[in-house]
């Protein structure tokens, strides 16, 4: 008995220091605020369900943030099969940065470019904990990292010289 309550004051510890950056993580790959809720909900239970060993492993918050990437791409994929029979599930989120023009570069991304993006740069992960968690090769990793960098940096690109040429070309109107 008395391991099941250290087993539950141990998961209330780890809930309470991790559940919002999980949570910011998983609403950043999603792209959807509900969904990385209610993912982040579902793989909390699994990890409370499951504490005694998930306790041990490398990286418990990874082990969280994958289950819930996890569940959450298969919400996706069965709203995608409905939407082809004509059922329309609006899986839009909402707008996660202040600027508009990184959130929809971000928004141009695949999901799995995403979440190489989210744990090497907002969950601060290594290349070698970010292939972990996500149960990929690293080699795998570090080429999805680069193809989703260079298509930030091109689309950030475009974006900032079309905001130049517009900004030069409303002076140009008022001289």
């Not at 418990?60 to 082809?84: D, E, I």
């Not at 839009?92 to 971000?106: C, E, H, I, T």
């Not at 993006?117 to 999805?144: D, F, H, N, Q």
């Not at 989703?148 to 409303?170: F, G, K, V, Y």
């Amino acid at each position: 008995m008395s391991s099941s309550l250290s087993d539950r004051a141990s998961f209330e510890a780890f809930y309470a220091e991790h559940r919002g950056s999980i949570g910011r993580a998983l609403a950043v790959t999603l792209r959807d605020d509900h969904l990385a809720s209610e993912a982040l909900d579902e793989a909390m239970v699994r990890a409370f369900q499951r504490w005694a060993e998930v306790r041990r492993f490398e990286s418990p918050s990874g082990w969280v943030y994958t289950v819930g990437l996890n569940w959450s791409r298969s919400v996706l994929r069965r709203a995608s099969r409905s939407k082809s029979l004509g059922v329309d599930i609006d899986r839009s989120g909402s707008n996660q940065f202040a600027d508009p023009d990184v959130d929809r570069a971000l928004r141009a991304l695949t999901v799995d470019q995403r979440a190489v993006v989210v744990c090497r740069y907002l969950i601060g992960y290594s290349e070698a904990e970010t292939a972990r968690v996500l149960s990929i090769r690293p080699g795998t990793a570090k080429s999805r990292l680069h193809r989703a960098l260079n298509q930030l940096h091109s689309l950030l690109a475009d974006t900032n010289e079309h905001s130049i040429s517009r900004t030069s070309t409303a002076g140009d109107e008022h001289e």
